[in-house]
Each structure stands twice: as C-alpha cells, then as structure tokens.
C-alpha cells in the first residue's frame, strides 16, 4: 500500500473519530436540557389522577329499581292523570340526569299526554364525600326547600323548574316544565323518596 493511501485512510479514520465524538457530545448536550426543561407534571404518559376533594362523577352504587318503583303509577296518577311513563328515555347530555346515569343511577321520564310537558326525575346512591360536595355546591347555587322533608334546593332553569333533594346515601333530581315555584315538586320528591323506602 502506498504511503499517500496510507496516509488517506489514517485521514479518514481520524476525521470518522471526529465526527462520531462531536455527534456523541452533541447528543448528550441536547438530551440534558430537554430532561430538565420538561416539567414533571407535563410528562405526556402520566394521567393525571383525581383529587380527595374531587371525587369522580362515575362513583356511585347502582340503583336497581325501576321507573314504576321510584315513582308509583298511583302516585304519578295523584299527581296528574295525564301523565305517563315514556320509554326508553336518554337524558341530555350535561343535565343531572345525565350525571346521576353516570354514576350508575336511573333516570325516568313522564310526558303529559294532553300538554306535551315533561316530568323528568333521576336517582343515584352516592358515597358520602360526593354527596356532601354536591350539597355544599347547590347551597352556594341554589335555594333550600326546607318543605321537601329532607335538604332540598329548587332554582329555575329557563322554563323548567329543577328540584333537588338529598335523602340518605341518595341524590334525587326531578326536572319539569310544570314545576313553576316548589312547591309544584314536592309530591314528586315525596313520592321518589318514598319509592326508595
């Protein structure tokens, strides 16, 4: 082998040295800062996990009763004639309702056969921490219903009057264009709670 290829490749080989030791200590200066820029809450693979004061809307005991059961059709009846259970009712989503079926509760709904209003009453078995964090928010939102027996609150929603009232490990929630003051739920919350037992 000549000396001036000799010569080429000892070139070469130093120049590959080089090249390999700047890329090593490039890839080591880069990977530092981005270690210690990202903050640890910021990791994309950890979820971020609930805290004790928020507890997650999906707890709750399921309530195996049915729509008959919470509300009787003799109570239903006693209270309107005209209304009726109807079938397969979802409830929309973001109301109570919605929130009580996501903590494996049971929503139903009533429409009135002559006046096309609607009576819709949903019930969850919640933990007491949910439970009293529900009643502290509706205390600052709503008004108390100290008539309904138990803590209740009543607020209007647009044209619907929304009754809310807590007996036992249970949140109830009756919603209707009928219920104009609060007392125009108290039968419903009455005969919900008596439906529990």
């Known amino acids: 082998m000549s000396s001036s290829v000799s010569r080429v490749l000892v070139s070469l080989a130093v120049a590959a040295a080089l090249v390999s030791g700047v890329s090593a200590c490039a890839s080591e200066t880069e990977a530092t800062p981005s270690e210690t820029s990202v903050p640890p809450t910021s990791k994309p693979t950890e979820t971020p996990k609930p805290t004790a004061t928020q507890p997650p809307v999906t707890v709750g005991t399921p309530v195996t009763i049915d729509c008959n059961t919470l509300i009787s059709p003799q109570a239903m009846y006693d209270f309107n004639p005209n209304f009726g259970l109807s079938d397969g009712f979802k409830p929309e989503a973001g109301s109570e309702a919605a929130t009580i079926v996501a903590a494996k509760g049971l929503a139903c709904q009533w429409v009135n056969q002559t006046s096309g209003e609607v009576i819709q009453v949903a019930v969850a078995d919640l933990p007491a921490d949910k439970l009293t964090a529900l009643k502290n928010s509706y205390v ?58």
């Open 140 to 197: 600052t939102s709503s008004n108390s219903v100290p008539t309904y027996g138990v803590e209740g609150y009543f607020e209007m929603d647009d044209s619907f009057g929304v009754a809310e009232a807590f007996s036992g490990s249970y949140w109830i929630s009756a919603r209707s264009n009928f219920f104009l003051e609060p007392g125009d739920a108290q039968p419903i919350i009455a005969a919900a709670i008596a439906g529990l037992g």
